[in-house]
């Protein structure tokens, strides 16, 4: 597992799986990663477990305007490597789960 400064993720590999950078390191337990992008309401949903859980966490919102009318509100959410897997596990028992939101 390496880690790309640049992009802030964590690839498999000699090389950044998003941007092919070699510049890449091995992580350090404070380094932040993309743990996952997910929509505004998830993401809120996700950082407020997290930090519940004593788990560091950054978001970031990303603007996507693919169609020009719609907009698209994502957040991406970044955690230490230090604290990554455990955070993985909390994105996937919270995805994971019967919770519904209305339109
Ligand atoms: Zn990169």
Redesign the pocket.
């Known amino acids: 597992m390496v880690y790309?400064p640049?992009?802030k993720?964590l690839s498999e590999g000699t090389v950044?799986g998003?941007?092919g950078?070699c510049r890449v390191r091995l992580p350090g337990p404070d380094d932040y990663c993309l743990l996952t992008e997910q929509e505004y309401v998830w993401a809120s949903l996700l950082d407020e477990v997290l930090r519940d859980n004593g788990i560091p966490v950054v978001s970031m919102e990303v603007l996507d305007q693919p169609y020009g009318l719609r907009r698209f509100v994502h957040h991406r959410v970044y955690v230490p490597y230090g604290a990554y897997e455990e955070a993985k596990k909390w994105m996937t028992e919270l995805l994971d789960s019967p919770v519904s939101f209305e339109e």
């Open positions: 790309c640049k992009c993720t950044c998003f941007c950078s």
